[in-house]
């Protein structure tokens, strides 16, 4: 495939990309017509007040984290399955999510279930800070292992056990405690991309850009990690610090987006795969904005479905991404008969 | 020229009054009187000349912080001092840090929790309900005909109220039974300018605390009175018979709950439910137990203590033996199921398959009461059922 072509593509996701942002805009449980979604987005007069609101202070926020959630989620996918060369890794496969199901597990049911006064904790901002704690220590543990166990493949064994550690203990807490709390953790747990504060949005849209950021100056690694350890090392890549610089970046882009929206799934481990059917390369250099965009779309989509437009019902986004993605990976690996990897 | 003078002997005037009536906000906060609350643990209300305050101090178990709400009478006449009045007044309430400022009485409100239901029906202010979460739970026929009417709106589910449908509807007021800040749709709905008020009914342990929280609402209405009377009224029916009951020497042993998979969970010694047992003379067997609520037990322990157990009350959802027979073996063991001794809340539904004791028995402990002393001492009761009833074959 020639650099045209390639630009085409690229059109073509923008294109999509820009359709689904005014969707998403457009529809939810209020129904508002398009030309007041329009007037508020650039602030002239708007028939009701209510609806101004609506869009500007409820449904952008939301647009913009799905974006960020989207993208981000669809970045540490990419980055997880190259360094560790399996078409299974995901951006959770080093704990984070868990770590973060963790510290809001000890948040909401600790309080029954050990007795422990989560008081100091309390207010707006308990429940993120609850969880990136949790990712965050799990992370330290990872980069821990990580400068000690040189074989990568051991690593993704790691942090699998360290799931299921977490889960585990998660479990137990959720054993002892009230029908409520466990109500309200499990709510957690169905995501939501809704709800943020603009000083939310804030937080999460600089850990983004951070995380992005270390992404780039990860590219050229990333291409040679393809290309197997051994080989990575004799290229010149300056091996553990590249690894531990593509870890740091996928626990940023993950634990901050697991802390604001609760943990989604699905979307990390297919849009890579959904894009390498699309685009075929194995360069960096192309798949990440590739994947940037790819992974916004898909989750602007879920969004929109998630709200049920015009129902008061909103369903859980984690549930939806995996409803909408899944039979379309499947379908695009059947039709296909091989996996690009 | 003129004009200008005018105006600024306006301006003037209107500095002045508004310095003299600050100072008069001022005088009043010192001559505050306390409203009556005698069970409730979690609230008070203190009632100044030109406003009153509610303080929620328990709004969830373990709360650190206290919940100030300024309510603010709407004045009637339109008369323009009283504006200005109100606005200074609110600014110092502003400044003394209160959670929210309301005009009362309330016209439009949303609750969250059934149990608020009864207080808004009790106080003839059913009205002003115009949105709730999952409308199924309610049962009230009342409620259940203005839900038939379209005159309520269903905003989704508690734990992720619909946002955007509770901003278009534009509440007075949202009153919430959550914790602070783990409800991000609540979150953002205050953002939006909705006050949110925490009502704590759930977390007294006293049956007649919780029925206290009707004086929550009436001040939100400026119902003050007919809620002291509606308490007092139920207060004086719950005491009178649980005076009368207290000579009956003979208290008939009672074992409670039931199973969820293999976890046996009751009520613990502390909870109200425990404590109403207890009122209608009752030896509910897990009162030594501590805390509010409930308890998991193994099957092997409820068994042991409980084998022998007069009566059975509440085993969850159960509305016949067949189905408990059925269910799990285990519970034709006990001898109140053998003699035909088990009661259940079950099986008073309202329309939409809501239970009628959830909605309306924190309301009503007398009635819970009189229910409970039926069951355990049929002799002293001559009305029917209002909660409870026997389980079908």
């Known amino acids: 495939m020639n650099n045209s072509s390639y630009s085409l593509t690229f059109l073509i996701l923008a294109l999509v990309l820009i359709v689904c942002i005014?969707?998403?805009?457009?529809?939810?449980?209020?129904?508002?017509?398009?030309?007041?979604?329009?007037?508020?987005?650039?602030?002239?007069?708007?028939?009701?007040?209510?609806?101004?609101?609506?869009?500007?202070?409820?449904?952008?926020?939301?647009?913009?984290?799905a974006i960020i959630a989207g993208s981000g989620l669809a970045v540490s996918g990419l980055l997880m399955q190259t360094l560790f060369r399996n078409p299974l890794a995901g951006p959770f496969v080093l704990g984070i999510s868990s770590g973060a199901s963790l510290g809001v597990a000890l948040y909401i049911l600790g309080g029954t279930a050990l007795g422990l006064s989560t008081a100091l904790l309390s207010g707006k901002w308990g429940l993120i800070i609850a969880a990136s704690a949790g990712s965050f220590l799990v992370l330290l543990m990872v980069i821990g292992v990580a400068t000690r166990v040189k074989d990568t493949m051991a690593l993704l064994i790691i942090g699998l056990m360290v799931g299921s550690l977490t889960s585990a203990v998660v479990s137990v807490l959720a054993y002892f405690s009230k029908a409520e709390e466990l109500q309200r953790f499990v709510f957690w747990s169905f995501g939501s991309l809704g709800d943020l504060s603009w000083s939310g949005v804030g937080i999460l849209a600089l850990c983004f850009a951070v995380g992005l950021i270390l992404s780039i100056a990860s590219l050229k690694s990333l291409?040679?990690?393809?290309?197997?350890?051994?080989?990575?090392?004799?290229?010149?890549?300056?091996?553990?610090?590249?690894?531990?610089?593509?870890?740091?970046a996928t626990s940023l882009l993950a634990g901050s987006i697991t802390a604001f929206a609760g943990p989604i799934a699905f979307i990390g481990l297919a849009v890579p795969h959904l894009i390498r059917q699309v685009i075929k390369t194995t360069r960096h250099i192309i798949l990440l904005p590739a994947v940037i965009m790819g992974g916004a779309i898909l989750m602007l989509i879920c969004d929109t479905i998630a709200q049920v437009p015009f129902s008061e019902f909103t369903l859980p986004i984690n549930a939806i991404s995996a409803m909408v993605g899944a039979p379309v990976v499947i379908w695009l690996l059947v039709r296909k008969k091989k996996l690009l990897f | 020229m003129k004009n200008t003078t005018l105006f600024l002997i306006g301006i003037l005037s209107l500095f002045i009054s508004c310095k003299e009536k600050s100072k008069k906000v001022k005088n009043n906060e010192s001559q505050g009187t306390s409203?009556?609350?005698?069970?409730?643990?979690?609230?008070?209300?203190?009632?100044?000349?030109?406003?009153?305050?509610?303080?929620?101090?328990?709004?969830?178990p373990g709360a650190q912080k206290e919940f100030k709400y300024a309510l603010i009478p709407r004045d009637s006449s339109g008369n323009n001092t009283d504006i200005e009045l109100s606005k200074t007044l609110e600014e110092t309430l502003k400044s003394q840090g209160v959670d929210a400022i309301l005009k009362t009485p309330l016209n439009t409100v949303v609750v969250t929790s059934t149990t608020h239901i009864p207080s808004l029906e009790m106080l003839g202010v059913a009205k002003t309900l115009k949105g709730f979460p999952n409308l199924d739970y309610i049962s009230s026929p009342l409620s259940r005909k203005r839900i038939a009417n379209k005159e309520i709106i269903d905003l989704g589910q508690n734990e992720s109220?619909?946002?955007?449908?509770?901003i278009e509807l534009r509440p007075e007021v949202i009153i919430s039974f959550g914790v602070e800040g783990e409800n991000k749709s609540l979150n953002s709905v205050e953002r939006a300018g909705i006050p949110v008020l925490y009502n704590g009914d759930w977390v007294e342990k006293d049956p007649l605390g919780k029925a206290e929280w009707i004086k929550f609402f009436g001040a939100l209405y400026g119902k003050e009175r007919e809620a002291d009377s509606i308490f007092n009224h139920i207060k004086t029916n719950y005491n009178l018979l649980k005076e009368q009951i207290a000579n009956i020497e003979n208290k008939p042993t009672v074992l409670s709950g039931g199973m969820f998979k293999d976890i046996w969970y009751l009520p613990k010694g502390d909870s109200w439910q425990a404590k109403v047992l207890e009122d209608a003379g009752g030896n509910y067997l897990w009162s030594e137990t501590e805390g509010a609520g409930s308890i998991a037990l193994s099957i092997e322990s409820v068994l042991e203590k409980g084998q022998q157990a007069d009566f059975w009350i509440a085993p969850g959802q159960y509305t016949s033996y067949a189905k408990l027979a059925s269910d799990n073996p285990t519970y034709a063991q006990f001898d109140a199921f053998k003699n035909k001794k088990v009661y259940t809340f079950a099986k008073y539904k309202g329309e939409t398959g809501g239970l009628l004791y959830y909605e309306l028995a924190p309301n009503r402990p007398d009635l819970v009461l009189r229910d409970l002393a039926k069951i355990l001492h049929p002799e002293i009761i001559t009305e029917d059922f209002t909660f409870f009833d026997t389980l079908d074959e």
């Open chain 1, 22 to 65: 005014l969707a998403n805009l457009s529809l939810g449980s209020v129904a508002i017509p398009i030309k007041d979604v329009i007037a508020s987005l650039v602030g002239s007069e708007v028939s009701k007040s209510s609806w101004e609101y609506i869009i500007l202070d409820y449904r952008l926020p939301k647009t913009i984290t």
């Open chain 1, 223 to 248: 291409d040679s990690f393809l290309l197997g350890d051994a080989y990575a090392r004799t290229l010149g890549t300056r091996f553990s610090r590249s690894r531990l610089l593509i870890i740091i």
């Open chain 2, 35 to 60: 409203l009556s609350i005698d069970y409730a643990n979690g609230f008070s209300i203190k009632q100044y000349t030109n406003h009153t305050i509610i303080t929620v101090t328990e709004a969830f």
């Open chain 2, 161 to 166: 109220l619909n946002t955007e449908l509770t």
